[in-house]
T-cell receptor
Framework: DAGVIQSPRHEVTEMGQEVTLRCKPISGHNSLFWYRQTMMRGLELLIYFNNNVPIDDSGMPEDRFSAKMPNASFSTLKIQPSEPRDSAVYFC?????????????FGDGTRLSIL | SQQGEEDPQALSIQEGENATMNCSYKTSINNLQWYRQNSGRGLVHLILIRSNEREKHSGRLRVTLDTSKKSSSLLITASRAADTASYFCATDARNTDKLIFGTGTRLQVFP
């Protein structure tokens, strides 16, 4: 079975540029999560969706960050304009249904470097 | 803010030895999960233990939960080089669907 698929795996861009990260959750999963991982702050939840609807975006650091889920099989995380402090590994995860008792399935992440 | 704190931060052992990692959390929980992360990869779910459970096994993994002490431990028996990874606990955030991940323990198993 295909797992969570993220693209690109690596992105290097200059500050000020728009960055778009993409995620395809596991088919049939109804919840999708975006995380950011850094050495300093660990793994932080940015936003999550249930049935394509954003439920909690309190972890989104600034208005420069936005996320969409136009359908059950695709989500994007955009940063515009990007800044060097946005450099991190961004993970997408999905779970079958909503609930903290559900295992989350993670993609292999996008390693983002903003110069 | 992080709910879970893993201890130790790093652990180095020889193949065949047991590895024990601990997780402490601050507020009451309904569930606690453990995940593994290999270098350059995403997290992989290992095991979930509910607040009314004290111990759970899965293969070479044994997880305990002490809600009175707000702590959990993950024991990997007869470790292998392939167990080299970071291990994270994750707890539920009250009345939400979110998980809050701890700081992780980096385990190195030498062949």
């Amino acid at each position: 079975d295909a797992g969570v698929i993220q693209s690109p795996r690596h992105e290097v861009t200059e500050m000020g540029q728009e960055v778009t990260l993409r995620c395809k959750p596991i088919s049939g999963h109804n919840s999708l999560f975006w995380y950011r991982q850094t050495m300093m702050r660990g793994l932080e939840l940015l936003i999550y969706f249930n049935n394509n609807v954003p439920i909690d975006d309190s972890g989104m650091p600034e208005d420069r960050f936005s996320a969409k889920m136009p359908n059950a099989s695709f989500s994007t995380l955009k940063i515009q304009p990007s800044e060097p402090r946005d450099s991190a590994v961004y993970f997408c995860a999905s779970s079958l249904v909503a609930g903290p008792n559900q295992p989350q399935h993670f993609g292999d992440g996008t390693r983002l470097s903003i110069l | 803010s992080q709910q879970g704190e893993e201890d130790p931060q790093a652990l180095s052992i020889q193949e065949g030895e047991n590895a024990t990692m601990n997780c402490s959390y601050k507020t009451s929980i309904n569930n606690l999960q453990w995940y593994r992360q290999n270098s350059g990869r995403g997290l992989v779910h290992l095991i979930l233990i509910r607040s009314n459970e004290r111990e759970k096994h899965s293969g070479r993994l044994r997880v305990t939960l002490d809600t009175s002490k707000k702590s959990s431990s993950l024991l990997i028996t007869a470790s292998r080089a392939a167990d080299t990874a970071s291990y994270f606990c994750a707890t539920d955030a009250r009345n939400t669907d979110k998980l809050i991940f701890g700081t992780g323990t980096r385990l190195q198993v030498f062949p």
